[in-house]
């Protein structure tokens, strides 16, 4: 069985890089953070008030829409958190995914990042309160929850958005790119916030946090668990670590979060997902990075994000500010931010 699973990895990394080809064919910590004139940051996106999803460069013009989410996202209610919980670009800024709505209506979709357009992967189930559809490093694929998570609608009665049950179903990849795509993931325990990196040896593996969030796993891309991390052995990771937003893209360090407090959704109320992390962790060490308590959103090769209101700051490992910028009023109260530096 263990060999087995050894060719299923190996089998779907290849794939995973096919997928790729296919598709490209192709100073002191607080002191000394250069502004955005004086070095080329990279790029930002962000949900605006009139439901698009903006692009910015911070060295170009003012920000531009690239995808329409009009009857997908709103700023109140179940359809608005879903969208949050489960909205990502992919590495290579060709698509976003999401799960649209929040009821046995839900379906996987992409958005074409060039061209507005809009396509549906998958109707319901799926799932975007545990695993929410995540981007292999690559961009060529996401892997989604297949679950029937909201139960049947005769159990709340005709027309009510039946109640969430405890149902744990196959994950499955997709992708707006290729029909032939990896065998399923099969997860040997059930998990929450999975997020891809590239390990040493080329190959893809993710990292998930247990139901209870008591353990961080490493994994191949067969589920086979690689290393077991528990949560007590990371510093900084108390009173309560609730979730993980992100990891570096070689799986060494891990932006988590500690407590719900002001970290859930910033409009529409509640989220499943935490928006940002309250503490960046080696997980090499389980030791906190210096500079990571001023939290983090998102985690790149030589550094992370951290966002307070519209100023966003980029820290190195050490603890040392890059640079800083202001956001423009058109993605400063965006839900959910995404970066991507200028080498990317």
Known sequence: MK????VESKRVAGAAAALLLAATLSACNLGTAESSTDTDIGVFYGLGDDHRLYRWDPDGDAAEPVLDLSGVWEESGDVGTVLRASLSVDPRQRYAAWVAGGDPDAS???????????TTAVEYPVDHACIDPAWLADGSAVLAHRAPVWGGADETGAGATPLPVETWGPTEWHSPDAEALPPTVDLEVDGCRLRWYTAEDGTAQAIYHDLEVTEFYRVDTAGQILETIPVSSLEGAEPLTIGL??????????????????????????????????????????????G??????????EGFVSQDGAAVAFTDYEGNARWETELPSTIAESPILFYYPAES
């Open 108 to 118: 996987l979709r992409f958005g074409d990042l060039r061209t507005g357009e809009i």
């Open 292 to 301: 990571g308590d001023r939290g983090c959103t998102s985690m790149h090769a």
């Open 245 to 290: 937003v992100d990891v570096d893209p070689t799986g060494r360090y891990a932006c988590i979060v500690d407590d719900y407090g002001e970290h859930g959704a910033i409009k529409g109320g509640f989220t499943i997902r935490a928006e940002a992390g309250t503490r960046v962790i080696d997980l090499d060490t389980g030791e906190a990075v210096e």
């Open 3 to 6: 060999e087995h699973r050894m």
